[in-house]
T-cell receptor
């Protein structure tokens, strides 16, 4: 299957700082990438959908000014958690699809963010 | 929005047992995928199965799109099968089910 690489795997940051998470498709061009958030023992909750070269579409209840998403190329999307607070601590996972919808999605390894 | 429910929520098996996991969804979908999330959080693609039946080793899956459900079969379970199993359905975005947490004991 296709490979999606997410970096970093884990990060600890101080309250008030910003953290950037990268998601790269290594062996295919990703027209669309998704960002998910997962709390312990819960399912994955979709945060936003990003298409290369256009603004991300955020799900209801997700603050777009706090979670900045950039999909500048067909192989890279970034999620920046701005002015992080302890309640932002979570597991963040990206996924990518090669074609349009109706194609298989592949996931990165996830990033465990801890805000202290 | 579309609702995706999985059952059972928790499943405990002894090594060698067989099991069936179910995924129900509330509306028509374009596609469905099954994943296994390992203890480190990585999602492993198991099946991309909008309809019909597929098999891969000890695992197989069946999706009956007209009746809005999918089943994942695990045969001769092993301790390495432990983890959380998710189905995810696609309308215009990929929505995850509630998950089934599987524990396989030797």
């Amino acid at each position: 299957g296709a490979v999606v690489s997410q970096h970093p795997s884990w990060v600890i940051c101080k309250s008030g700082t910003s953290v950037k998470i990268e998601c790269r498709s290594l062996d295919f061009q990703a027209t669309t990438m998704f960002w998910y958030r997962q709390f312990p023992k819960q399912s994955l909750m979709l945060m936003a959908t990003s298409n290369e070269g256009s603004k991300a579409t955020y799900e209801q209840g997700v603050e777009k000014d706090k979670f900045l998403i950039n999909h500048a190329s067909l192989t890279l999307s970034t999620l920046t958690v701005t002015s992080a607070h302890p309640e932002d601590s979570s597991f963040y996972i990206c996924s990518a699809i090669a074609g349009g919808m109706n194609t298989e999605a592949f996931f990165g390894q996830g990033t465990r963010l801890t805000v202290v | 929005g579309i609702q995706v429910e999985q059952s059972p929520p928790d499943l405990i098996l002894q090594e060698g047992a067989n099991s069936t996991l179910r995924c129900n969804f509330s509306d028509s979908v374009n596609n469905l995928q099954w994943f296994h999330q390992n203890p480190w959080g990585q999602l492993i693609n198991l099946f991309y199965i909008p309809s019909g039946t597929k098999q891969n080793g000890r695992l197989s899956a069946t999706t009956v799109a007209t009746e809005r459900y999918s089943l994942l079969y695990i045969s001769s379970s092993q301790t390495t099968d432990s983890g959380v199993y998710f189905c995810a359905v696609e309308d215009d975005k990929l929505i995850f089910g509630t998950g089934t947490r599987l524990q396989v004991f030797p």
